[in-house]
């Protein structure tokens, strides 16, 4: 079975501190990709990242980066030194290469105060 | 500019009217995919197509229908049948169906329908 886990439903944190969004995934497949998506108060959701399985670097992209550990099925999402505009609903979702649709996860709601 | 737009962002309806939620998208895509999103919730799939002519149901189908008969545009059908209709509605496309493929799903605005 297919599975994307985000167990923090909501954080909150102070303008210019560091935050880790988590994302477990569970999947029997040895190709996948994993892909994390914002959707800010407006409502549509953007892509951020894709990663595939073969690939576990890290990946940094000015303030983001990912943490990719098929160890630990994990894929986390690290926000340094947050802005308020980075306040939004996180989804991580999992492609695996046998399913024809995307697995997301619940959400995680991430309030960033000035 | 490319992209998926969907009509209309607000939509109120009466209870036990049908409605069409529009999606059109100009991407070129092969797939496109219809959401349901309730509040504090993630997104949970409606219906998808891969081609012209053909859709699959997805995890939540019931009360809900779709057509595909242009490769751009994927309308959705809200029907009377669907118990608890109101929420936000996403569109969305990808080249192709194969989520390993590594296929990102690009997203529309969304519509927030709501059953007075």
């Known amino acids: 079975a297919q599975k994307v886990t985000q167990a923090q439903t909501e954080i909150s944190v102070v303008e210019k501190e560091d935050v880790t969004l988590d994302c477990v995934y569970e999947t029997r497949d040895t190709t996948y990709y994993l892909f994390w998506y914002k959707q800010p108060p407006s409502g549509e959701l953007v892509f951020l990242i894709r990663r595939n399985s073969f690939d576990e670097q890290n990946e940094i992209s000015g303030r983001y980066s990912w943490n990719f550990q098929k160890s630990t099925s994990s894929f986390n999402f690290t926000i340094t030194a947050s802005q308020v505009v980075d306040s939004a609903v996180y989804f991580c979702?999992?492609?695996?290469?046998?399913?024809?649709?995307?697995?997301f996860g619940t959400g995680t709601r991430l309030q960033v105060f000035p | 500019d490319g992209g998926i737009t969907q009509s209309p962002k607000y939509l109120f309806r009466k209870e036990g009217q049908n409605v069409t939620l529009s999606c059109e998208q100009n991407?070129?895509?092969?797939?496109m995919y219809w959401y349901r999103q309730d509040p504090g919730q993630g997104l949970r799939l409606i219906y998808y197509s891969q081609i012209v002519n053909d859709f699959q149901k997805g995890d939540i189908a019931e009360g809900y229908s779709v057509s595909r008969e242009k490769k751009e545009s994927f309308p959705l059908t809200v029907t009377s049948a669907q118990k608890n209709p109101t929420a936000f509605y996403l569109c969305a496309s990808s080249p192709t169906l194969l989520a390993g493929d590594g296929n990102e799903q690009f997203f529309g605005p969304g519509t927030r329908l709501t059953v007075l």
């Open positions: 991407l070129n895509h092969d797939a």
């Open positions: 979702a999992l492609g695996s290469y046998n399913t024809d649709k995307l697995i």
